[in-house]
């Protein structure tokens, strides 16, 4: 297969590409994609090539052996995948000019609804999806035009060493210093909603009543995290900090990335994770309209969500895709630990992205108003 590469951004925090692919590049789990169906062979089989955006590096090296070599084995249809830090600054660049290179991409949920509007994304043909991922992928991750493509969660990890099974399970017992003793950690990046929403959960509000994150429940959140902010030892900004720090005894709890967290575990590292109430974020797969190859581009979204190569992009890159139905196929330790398991995702509270990605009167966006408040916060 063929790679392009193409000049990426930063956005303000951390940077997703690196965390998805040191994700991947920790993974030691084996690929299940060596084999692929008749029926994908037969419906999906094709000619030429597809042109795919990728995050670069571990990332990219797992995705091609767990779906890109499968596809192009299955359909005669070769993946060019070109790599850059993130695809929205592309995706609006190519609009602009009137000329779209890419068939697939892999925008944030955050950034969906500005390129929607724009009408630069073809419906999906879910005729060509099989039962299988139809049935196990949730409707409100079946888009008209886009599909869940990755998943990570914010969750809450504790120190075995310390606590021996009775550590902290929820935000309410993290904030609670007398009955959970020990130095904590929070992510200190300027996406700071993920801390306001474990506030507010610890403060007493309703998971139902966390969006809209309005004004009043800002300075309820701001409030909140003050009574903690004595206990935090460290603020971590890079995805690998809070389960080192905790192997280093920095932590006794923190908030992680829960695919860092399930690493370690798989592992054999002395924590216990919880997804109760924790933040969820998902990122979307998507086909360009006006990609040189839209029809390949429909395969091969229909092949990424089959059961079992949904279950091999969740080995490759540690972030999985909605269909439940791969649980049937990753090893029995990942099904459970992995917030695509219902009875951890029926836990999480999912990130409102049409919220903070709507203007408010003075034309910032929610989410830019949050985090002004959020770091102005962080500076008292």
């Given at each position: 297969m063929t790679k392009r590469n193409v000049a990426g951004n930063q956005v303000r925090g951390l940077n997703r590409r690196s965390l998805i692919q040191?994700?991947?590049?920790?993974?030691?789990?084996?690929?299940?994609?060596?084999?692929?169906?008749?029926?994908?062979?037969?419906?999906?089989?094709?000619?030429?090539?597809?042109?795919?955006?990728?995050?670069?590096?571990?990332?990219?090296?797992?995705?091609?052996?767990?779906?890109?070599?499968?596809?192009?084995?299955?359909t005669g249809?070769?993946?060019?995948?070109?790599?850059?830090?993130?695809?929205?600054?592309?995706?609006?660049?190519?609009?602009?000019?009137?000329?779209?290179?890419?068939?697939?991409?892999?925008?944030?949920?955050?950034?969906?609804?500005?390129?929607?509007?724009?009408?630069?994304?073809?419906?999906?043909?879910?005729?060509?999806?099989?039962?299988?991922?139809?049935?196990?992928?949730?409707?409100?991750?079946?888009?008209?035009?886009?599909?869940?493509?990755?998943?990570?969660?914010?969750?809450?990890?504790?120190?075995?060493?310390v606590f021996k099974g009775k550590g902290p399970k929820n935000w309410v017992e993290f904030w609670d210093v007398k009955n959970f003793p020990g130095h904590r950690g929070l992510a200190g990046t300027v996406q700071g909603q993920q801390n306001i929403l474990a506030a507010l959960v610890a403060d007493g509000v309703s998971p139902k009543d966390i969006w809209p994150m309005t004004d009043d429940k800002l300075d309820r959140a701001f409030k909140k995290l003050s009574e903690l902010k004595p206990q935090i030892s460290k603020w971590w900004t890079a995805g690998g900090e809070p389960v080192q720090l905790l192997l280093n005894n920095e932590y006794a709890m923190s908030s992680t990335y829960n695919n860092r967290a399930v690493q370690a575990i798989q592992k054999g590292a002395p924590i216990k994770m919880s997804y109760d109430n924790c933040y969820h974020t998902r990122t979307f797969g998507t086909l360009m309209k006006g990609g040189p190859n839209?029809?390949?581009?429909?395969?091969?979204?229909?092949?990424?969500?089959?059961?079992?190569?949904?279950?091999?992009?969740?080995?490759?890159?540690?972030?999985?895709?909605?269909?439940?139905?791969?649980l049937k196929y990753l090893p029995a330790d990942?099904?459970?630990?992995?917030?695509?398991?219902?009875?951890?995702?029926s836990k999480v509270i999912v990130e409102d992205s049409d919220w903070l990605a709507a203007k408010?009167?003075?034309?910032?966006?929610?989410?830019?108003?949050?985090?002004?408040?959020?770091?102005?916060?962080r500076a008292q």
């Open positions: 040191s994700t991947a590049a920790l993974l030691s789990v084996p690929f299940v994609a060596t084999a692929t169906s008749a029926g994908a062979q037969e419906k999906l089989a094709g000619s030429g090539e597809v042109v795919v955006f990728s995050y670069g590096g571990s990332f990219t090296d797992g995705v091609r052996r767990a779906v890109y070599e499968p596809f192009t084995k299955a249809i070769k993946v060019v995948d070109v790599v850059a830090d993130f695809c929205e600054p592309q995706l609006k660049a190519m609009y602009s000019a009137g000329r779209m290179d890419w068939d697939v991409a892999f925008p944030d949920a955050r950034n969906y609804p500005e390129l929607r509007e724009t009408g630069m994304f073809e419906p999906i043909d879910y005729s060509l999806w099989d039962q299988e991922s139809l049935d196990g992928t949730p409707a409100d991750a079946r888009l008209k035009d886009a599909f869940v493509a990755g998943q990570t969660t914010i969750v809450i990890i504790s120190d075995e060493r839209i029809s390949n581009g429909q395969k091969f979204v229909a092949f990424l969500n089959r059961a079992p190569i949904a279950a091999a992009w969740t080995q490759g890159t540690g972030w999985p895709g909605s269909n439940v139905n791969q990942l099904a459970e630990l992995s917030s695509v398991n219902p009875q951890n995702f408010r009167p003075d034309e910032k966006t929610n989410l830019a108003h949050v985090q002004e408040r959020w770091l102005a916060w």
